[in-house]
């Protein structure tokens, strides 16, 4: 179990916010003369030094393609690229690390799935479950591979905290139902789904589920046996590791019966004319020389944010989450949107008559980055009857002396529009 393998170094009491922020260059930059107040951490986490580190270390150390190479450098490359596959393994708890596949991110796993499983299993008239509040990148592959095949998405709605209608989701399945897809952890508002229900309640009916845990797995432990989960993709530059890479889990009795996503190098074990026999997992989907150093880099990602722990993380970006809301509600014009009961670190709002875009810039100006628009999350705006949010996300390294430079920017936004 990945939660008796992470060395806790810091105590939940003592959790040394300083000197984590002291690991993250970045958080040094200024912002039109004022300290960066980086809120920003749903759309991508910033890296600590050991992650930049790393990929300055591979390209000056070891660069070189992996898999196949007889001479030194390739198999050091080769062995640190498959151990970061090791530490996603032990990090989600997966069986088996042929059960962990690189990706560019959460986007093409997801595609992946829906390409390869979808297209193998998906007929006329199939049904594939969704909810109201996924991203984008959790819609449209479905939409994409339904239309392809007949079949139809059926979408399970939000209430007006933004939580999933559990019973609408039971009324959803029947035997038409092929696949149920669900977002973990909203990034528009940071709603915690049921996910482990959700699954059994699937699994009751044979159906398998797909978990998008991009914002999820840097606030959350997760244990995809715990879970059940069939698939889990997550992407690397959220939990402070690099862009343009990710993971698929998936389970190895269901990889092993996929077609192979895309076609190249590394997913072959031999090709003629006539025939191509397909690697072994995971490599049979993995074709091409993939981003190794972003893999390497999200193995050092993993090992930072176990050296502080998740439950750690969790339970500061919790505090901040509580006092940021505690914060905003006296702030009459202010209204919250995703009141869920159960949150982690988004706080989404919008304010009477001024535009998020107007909200963001004029923070910007107070060295505040907060994110606004629809977030990908279209369907949940149109939930809310609103155009976009202005959007304030934690990460482990905020403080809440930045969440009242936030508010402090919130309440001259509003003076100054009157
Ligand atoms: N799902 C959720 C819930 C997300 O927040 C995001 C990123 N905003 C994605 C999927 C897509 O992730 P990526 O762009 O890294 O592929």
């Known amino acids: ?6 060395p806790d170094i810091i105590n939940s009491s003592v959790y040394d916010v300083e000197k984590i922020r002291s690991d993250f260059p970045i958080l040094q930059t ?55 596959r090791i530490k996603i393994k032990k990090f989600i ?9 690189f990706t560019r991110g959460t986007t093409e796993s997801i595609n992946l799935v829906a390409q390869s ?15 109201q509040m996924e991203h984008h990148s959790n819609i449209v592959p479905w939409q994409m591979i339904c239309d392809e095949k007949g079949a139809k998405l059926k979408v399970i709605p939000i209430n007006d905290n933004g939580e999933i209608i559990f019973e609408e989701y039971e009324k959803l399945i029947n035997n038409r139902t092929k696949f149920v897809s669900i977002v973990y952890v909203s990034n528009s508002l940071g709603t915690v789904n049921p996910v482990k229900q959700i699954i059994d309640l699937a699994h009751q009916n044979n159906i398998p589920v797909l978990v998008d845990a991009a914002q999820a797995v840097n606030h959350l ?35 092993d019966a996929m077609p192979p996503y895309q076609g190249g190098g590394d997913m072959i074990s031999s090709v003629t004319f006539e025939k191509t026999i397909y690697n072994e997992l995971p490599y049979k989907f993995e074709a091409g020389t993939p981003n190794i150093a972003g893999a390497i880099g999200l193995g050092e990602a993993i090992d930072y944010v176990q050296k502080i722990g998740i439950d750690n993380i969790n339970k ?44 963001g810039t004029m923070l910007d100006f107070e060295g505040v980055a907060i994110r606004t628009g629809h977030h990908c999350t279209q369907p949940v705006m149109d939930r809310f009857g609103i155009p976009a949010t ?16 936030l508010i402090k920017g919130i309440k001259k936004i509003i003076e100054v529009f009157g």
């Open 30 to 84: 200024k912002v039109h003369g004022k300290p960066l107040v980086y809120l920003d951490n749903a759309a991508t986490s910033q890296k600590p030094i050991s992650v930049i580190m790393k990929a300055q270390e591979y390209y000056s150390s070891m660069n070189s393609n992996i898999h196949r190479g007889v001479h030194a450098l390739s198999q050091v490359s080769t062995e640190a690229y498959e151990g970061a």
């Open 93 to 101: 708890n997966a069986l088996g690390k042929n059960e962990i596949i």
């Open 316 to 359: 500061h970006e919790k505090e901040l989450l509580d006092y940021a809301t505690a914060a905003v509600a006296e702030i009459p014009s202010l209204k919250i949107i995703g009141t869920a009961k159960n949150k982690v670190s988004v706080l989404s709002f919008v304010l009477d008559d001024i535009h998020p875009h107007d909200i």
């Open 117 to 131: 499983y979808g297209r193998m299993n998906f007929n006329e008239g199939d049904e594939v479950i969704i909810s």
């Open 221 to 255: 432990p997760i244990d995809v046996q715990d879970l059940h989960c069939d698939f889990l993709a997550f992407s690397g530059h959220k939990i402070y590791g690099p862009t343009g890479i990710g993971v698929l889990y998936g389970k190895v009795n269901l990889l």
């Open 1 to 6: 179990m990945n939660k008796t393998e992470t």
């Open 390 to 405: 202005s959007r304030a996300s934690f990460a482990m390294y905020n403080t809440k002396e930045e969440v009242d430079v």
